[in-house]
């Protein structure tokens, strides 16, 4: 089994990585003008979790993720030009202005939705996972959900499920230690969440989330066992929300030393060291740089796009005969 990634799939998941972080520092900017609207929720310092995890994932495999899934969004391979002219409500993205940041999706690429409904996309996936056993589908789904997300009872349902049939399905758990305010600690009896799939049957493993090599293994791993129909697995990737919840968060509550040791532990800092060794320091900068470029110029692509057009209808005589 292959469960390393090649050269070629570390610097892919790099750029990826680089586009999301960029991604996230320009919405940032645009917030901070009043030009976005409604809160963005970043994921800055998560980007190694989704995008490694999509990684190893085919076309046709399935995603959903939640409402802080830029990383997921451009991990599956979703054009940053239409994702931005989502996010800005312009016709031309992917959900033609109309879902917003939380609510992109893209049956192409397999993207199936984030979603604003904490916990949602986990039985979704679920679901997903259903209907490829049932059809003889050699197809993976992969739920990318938080800490907080953990706590619902529909992911118990979800697991406990998933883990009686063997479902082919990644439970991918992002704990980046808080759920809105709230520590990781006072949401949950156990710190390490992964220890809970003992009691669904499946394997429960956890992983630093700021290296995108162990996530792409614990990923791979999972890949493999469900395409072989032994079922699910919870994989808990340890990461950090570097940036507030959102951008209307008017923080306070992340310690300053706290936010300062992940920030150390920076996870493209970590995957380009990596890939120093492999390529060179230039070649890795070379990268960085292009990525960065590509996603300004989808800032200035989708920001030109038309706004969607919403016509007035006069009401219906359905409507007048109701009213009455
Ligand atoms: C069913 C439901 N309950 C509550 C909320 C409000 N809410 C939005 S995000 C959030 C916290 C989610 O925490 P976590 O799952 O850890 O995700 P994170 O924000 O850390 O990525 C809550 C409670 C919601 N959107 N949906
Ligand atoms: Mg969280």
Known sequence: MKNTPS??????????????????????DLAKQAKTRGPLHRCDGQEAVGVAACAVLNDDDYVCTSHRGHHV??????????IVAEI???????????????????????????????????PAATGMALSFQVLKQDRVAMAVFGDGAAQTGICHESMNMAGLWKLPVIFLLENNQYGLTVRQEVQSPVKDLHIRAEGYGMPG?????????????????????ARRGYGPTLIEAKTYRMEGFSTSDVGGYQPEEEIAQWRERDPIRI???????????DEVARIEAAA?????????QALA????????????????????
């Open 271 to 281: 995957a380009a060291a990596a890939l120093d060794e492999l390529i060179g320091a």
């Open 205 to 225: 493993v956890m992983v630093d989330g700021n290296d995108a090599v162990a996530v792409y293994r614990a990923a791979a791993e999972a890949a493999e066992r």
């Open 292 to 300: 960065n470029i590509e996603m300004g110029a989808a800032f200035e």
């Open 305 to 324: 796009d038309p706004l969607p057009v919403f016509e007035t209808h006069a009401p219906s005589s359905a409507y007048s005969e109701i009213s009455r």
């Open 7 to 28: 050269v070629e799939e570390q610097k892919e998941i790099l750029r990826r990585m680089v586009l999301t972080r960029r991604l996230e520092e320009m919405l940032g």
């Open 88 to 122: 800005m409500g312009r016709e031309t993205g992917y959900c033609r202005g109309r879902g917003g940041h939380m609510l992109l999706g893209d049956i192409a690429t397999g993207m199936l939705g984030g979603n604003a409904i904490v916990g949602a996309g986990i």
């Open 73 to 82: 969004y451009i991990g599956k391979g979703m054009d940053p030009r239409r």
